[in-house]
């Protein structure tokens, strides 16, 4: 029997969302911050324009998806590296910069993928305390080790939602020694946009940022990532990435919706309109919500018994939630702002949960 490296066979698979609902239930999932509402319409006439092309590899250097990229955020199109999502980009920057010898840093309720990333690479994963589901530069500091070879900071963050600003990013990128790669992850960036400077003026030989077509633009199903690195850090991963890795229709369907940014902005207006009503809902009867910057909104339910009742109820309805006891946080369920229907229909279930649950 052949056996799996060392570091493979110690880890766990990545848990996805389980969605096993009672028979004859409409599944309604919840769970994995997918949009609000489908793409752009102009992918449809791009993907229409361009169906009987797909006999030959796809683009293996996405140079209509980069130049549109850097066209809408006046940025060089050579500096960007597209991934089949930015879980691609990240896997392949642990493969690269952590590996056995080194260890990856993130705040304690990171998004878990950056875990597995660190697993999969070899590398020891460790994570750095927050207060009230928000990390500060000076505590990541404080939990820099020698080996630490990469942070991953998710701005805005998943699964808490919360943010933190440029200003704290570059202070922390300022006392971080010289040999850490700061990946500042922004797949919920777009929702954040009017908030602050973008950070792709930070991108150097230690720091990365990192994007996603999957959330604001609605793309998750096609796959498409992008991050921006300096020259010496994309040498070194595109020897680790796969040829030709994007589709050919994500491609084009990607540049498509990027040209539409009109209908992306409206998405995330929509989508803090929606993040705004939840909350008051939830917190009028007396739900802890975190205050969101995404397109998911974090509720506390103070102990993780009631999180297991409350997401117990939910499924027996087909409302698939997102229980956070993988990012360190069993007390809370997390919720997708997908469409208005079923949001309305879980904020019911948890309101009858409250009324069963009053001490909760
Ligand atoms: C913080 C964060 N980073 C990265 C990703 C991966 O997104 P994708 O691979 O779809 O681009 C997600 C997805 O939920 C996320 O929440």
Redesign the pocket.
């Known amino acids: 029997m052949t056996h799996p490296a060392k570091h493979i066979a110690g880890m766990a698979p990545y848990a996805l969302s389980k969605f096993d609902i009672p028979n004859g239930k409409r599944l309604i999932s919840l769970s ?2 997918e949009s609000m509402r489908a793409p752009s319409p102009m992918i449809n006439d791009a993907i229409d324009r361009m169906i009987n092309n797909g006999a030959l590899y796809p683009d293996p250097e996405w140079t209509d998806l980069r130049s549109a990229l850097a066209e809408v955020h006046g940025i060089d199109a050579d500096a960007i590296l597209c ?6 980009l ?1 896997g392949r920057i642990a493969h690269v910069f952590a590996g056995p010898t080194r260890s990856i840093l993130a705040p304690e309720h990171a ?1 878990p ?1 950056f875990r597995s990333a660190a697993e999969m690479s070899g590398a020891r994963f460790d994570t750095a305390p927050e207060k009230n589901a928000v990390v500060d530069a000076d505590t990541l500091l404080q939990n820099v080790r020698p080996d630490t070879g990469i942070i991953f900071i ?1 701005n805005p ?2 699964p808490t939602g919360t943010r933190i600003p440029k200003r704290e990013l570059q202070r922390l990128r300022k006392n971080l020694r010289d040999d850490i790669l700061l990946v500042i ?1 922004e ?2 960036g777009e929702f954040a946009d009017h908030l602050d400077e973008p950070t792709f003026d930070m991108v150097s030989e230690n720091t990365a940022v ?1 994007r ?4 604001a633009y609605g793309m ?1 199903g096609y ?3 992008w991050g921006v690195f300096a020259p010496t850090i994309r040498a070194e991963l595109q020897k680790v990435m796969n040829p030709n890795n994007i589709a050919y229709l994500s491609q084009v369907a990607a540049v498509a919706a990027i040209t539409d940014q009109a209908y992306m902005r409206e998405t995330c207006e929509r989508t803090a309109e929606m993040a705004a009503a939840a909350t008051h809902e939830l917190s009028t009867v007396g739900f802890k919500v975190y205050e969101s910057f995404t397109n998911f909104i974090l509720i506390d339910l103070k102990t993780a018994d009631h999180a297991i009742s409350a997401e117990t109820m939910l499924l027996s309805e087909g409302v698939v939630l997102r229980s956070q006891a993988g990012a360190g946080l069993p007390h809370c369920l997390r919720m997708t702002l997908g469409q208005q229907e079923d949001v309305s229909f879980a904020i019911e279930i948890l309101k009858k949960w409250k009324q069963e649950n009053p001490d909760a």
Not at 212 to 215: A, F, G, I, M, W
Request: proline letters at 0%.
């Open positions: 994995q911050n991934g089949t999502g930015s879980l691609d990240i998004y993928f998710a963050a998943n992850d797949a919920y990192l996603t077509l999957s959330k998750a796959r498409v990532g």
